[in-house]
């Protein structure tokens, strides 16, 4: 479990855990890139996820080269692992780091930073720059009590993937998708549901696309209590039902993204939930397989109401420490624009904010499901907006573990309970 969002101190205890938090940083490769105090332009220090298509190298050359001389960027790679990534930014940030300008943000960090006063918040000439254009759904997760702390850089959706040898015709609801897994299995033919049911975010990633598919949520609007409720317990449904039928795979609950990419890669799963990595990784590993491998939106627990997909993404922060908060706020759009979106969409295979890119024709090209995304992105649901949002998730997917465990109104009751409690700070996460 992270630490919890920072509350005040003492001055003198403050001091000793900014002097013991500062410590490790000074023997790390990270502390020796410092902000360019020196006689030529500032270096401003972007952290994010290790990206090894060269798309965000690329963003960076760019951008410093637009500044015409008032800054370069510097793109350091975080830790692989999403923990990793945030354990860092906790560290420094509550450290005071002045070296850390443009942080790099999974989509459910953005308020617990806001909330600790970590991030700046974005305003005037920039916040407008921020918002022009952006899809609606991705802005959420940059946005913390109606003020807005950074700006998406990309997004992520999950489609349904299936093959069309096998299914013809794909599933329109959750139902419809099993019923046809059971017919496959009948017919002794390749029917597992690949989605991810291991002790993690995913997990709770699919809780989440359910609950809000059935029309409610996990938080009350103003996140200050759990709203679950009959939703809740049918979304809950849905994920034991699943894990208890035929068309669970085996390794079900210890399956992540990639286990389900593989699984179905192998030629023993009809569906896949999953985002869109999955195609340009089909097309390379199983060309065979491929010729029959389709997409369609994600199904829907009601026929009558969209499902709403839990989307992931990137959102760019300035950090409150920076020593060059305007030309980080300045670097920042710049690494988002739209011929930056695009390389991150076409060589690192990251799905745009930006509305227009999804009519340009070089992205619909690499991205055949573009309409798809988009429209998925359009009607999407955002992860609980809390800064204790670390003990949410830990609640729901523990408690959800494994799926074929799952007692729906049981289970919801003991994940009201615990989220309860972290929403307050009190009673032990497990």
């Known amino acids: ?20 938090a500062v410590l490790p940083l000074l023997a790390s490769p990270l502390a020796a890139c410092g902000s360019g105090e020196g006689s030529g332009p500032p270096t401003l220090n972007w952290y994010n996820f290790p990206d090894d298509s060269g798309a965000l190298q690329k963003a960076a050359d760019r951008c410093s080269q637009a500044s015409h001389g008032r800054y370069k960027i510097s793109y350091n790679k975080l830790p692989r692992a999403a923990d990793g990534q945030r354990q860092q930014f906790v560290r420094r940030l509550a450290a005071h780091d002045n070296s850390l300008d443009i942080v790099g943000l999974d989509v459910t960090w953005g308020a617990e930073f806001a909330e600790a006063g970590w991030i700046r918040e974005w305003t ?7 918002t022009a254009g952006t899809l609606r759904v991705p802005l959420q997760t940059a946005t913390w009590k109606h003020k807005l702390y950074a700006v998406p850089y990309n997004t992520n959706t999950q489609l349904l993937w299936y093959r069309k040898d096998l299914v013809p015709t794909p599933p329109k609801t959750w139902a419809e998708m099993l019923d046809m897994a059971r ?8 029917h597992y549901v690949e989605i991810q049911g291991a002790q993690h975010e995913g997990l709770t990633v699919w809780f989440n696309t359910l ?7 996990i938080l009350n609007p103003t996140a200050t209590k759990p709203s679950l409720g009959a939703p809740a317990v049918r979304a ?4 034991r039902d699943l894990a208890r039928s035929v068309a669970a795979d085996p390794s079900l609950s210890n399956q992540m993204e990639d286990e389900n990419r593989l699984a179905m890669e192998a030629g023993g799963a009809a569906f896949e939930l999953n985002y869109p990595f999955v195609y340009p990784s089909m097309k390379a590993n199983n060309p065979t397989l491929f010729k029959s491998f389709r997409w369609a939106p ?19 922060a300035v950090s409150a420490y920076s020593r060059h908060p305007q030309q980080a706020f300045e670097a920042a759009l710049c690494l988002r624009n739209r011929e930056n979106q695009l390389t991150a969409a076409l060589v690192g ?12 024709r070089s992205f619909i090209k690499a991205y055949p499901f573009a309409k798809d995304v988009l429209t998925s992105l359009e009607s999407a649901s955002v992860r609980p907006l809390t800064p204790a949002y670390q003990n949410v998730s830990i609640a729901v997917s523990h408690t959800l573990s494994p799926p074929s465990g799952i007692k729906p109104a049981r289970s919801v009751n003991t994940i009201s309970s615990q989220i309860d409690d972290a929403l307050q700070s009190k009673g032990v996460i497990p």
């Open 1 to 20: 479990m992270g630490p919890l969002p920072v509350r005040r101190r003492s001055k003198g205890s403050a001091r000793r855990l900014r002097a013991l």
């Open 124 to 130: 005037g000439a920039a916040k407008r720059q921020a």
């Open 183 to 190: 017919r496959l299995s009948r017919q002794g033919k390749p």
């Open 211 to 217: 609950i809000n598919s059935a029309g409610g949520s």
């Open 236 to 239: 809950a449904g849905i994920m």
């Open 298 to 316: 994600y199904p829907r627990v009601d026929a009558h109401r969209p499902a709403r997909p839990t989307i992931g993404g990137i959102d760019l």
């Open 349 to 360: 295979g990251l799905p745009p904010t930006l509305r227009e890119l999804y009519d340009e």
